[in-house]
């Protein structure tokens, strides 16, 4: 028997200020990662009939099945690691990320071009509430998870709005400022506190 003793961990605060600025932080998140990704509907129906005409809708949903998974996968990676206390590189990396994808996808005409913008670049982000609160988790998760509810009805409204009127590039152009708005405030509100 080892006479080292377990690590203590501490208690994480019960809310506060500090927590609950946090959960508005990751709804951003949710809003910016699952909201995106839930509003690929209204990509797949833009691309067969104008940009990808030319490929099968099969082969289109591939960019969004793609998007979808790796929001998955990279938990798989970024769960150890996040784990350690390493999560505001995580946080950084995954903002830009995802401003760089939809500022490239404005771009992008070609499928690589499109699923290299989309998929990769945009199905990598992911934050948590989870060590801000004890008792009140459950309420602050559910409230951050309603991001990904709000972006996907509001992003395919504005893509529906904007694009007869101003094209596909710029209703990017505007996700992308939309995005990269979002990601800063929760860049913000996510820092490490002291």
């Not at 994808?101 to 499109?114: K, N």
């Not at 998760?141 to 007869?164: C, D, M, N, V, Y």
Request: proline share 4%; aromatic share 16%; net charge positive.
């Amino acid at each position: 028997m080892s006479t080292e003793e377990a690590p203590t961990h501490q208690q994480p605060p019960n809310g506060g200020v500090a927590a609950w600025t946090k959960t508005l932080g990751c709804f951003m998140i949710y809003m910016n990662t699952w909201g995106i990704a839930t509003s690929f509907g209204v990509y797949q129906s833009y691309y067969q009939q104008y940009t990808l005409r030319d490929y099968s809708a099969s082969t289109i949903s591939w960019i969004g099945t793609t998007q979808v998974f790796l929001l998955f996968f990279i938990a798989i990676i970024a769960g150890p690691i996040y784990d350690r206390g390493n999560s505001q590189w995580f946080l950084y990396v995954g903002c830009t990320l995802i401003v760089f994808g939809y500022f490239m996808l404005s771009l992008a005409t070609r499928l690589y071009q499109i699923f290299l913008s989309q998929s990769a670049c945009v199905g990598i982000a992911v934050s948590t509430v989870a060590q801000a609160f004890s008792t009140k988790q459950p309420i602050a998760l559910g409230l951050a998870s309603t991001g990904s509810a709000i972006g996907g009805t509001i992003f395919p409204i504005i893509f529906r709005q904007l694009t007869p009127s101003i094209g596909l590039s710029w209703t990017n152009r505007v996700f992308g400022f939309l995005l990269l708005a979002t990601s800063v405030m929760a860049a913000f509100l996510l820092r490490k506190s002291s």
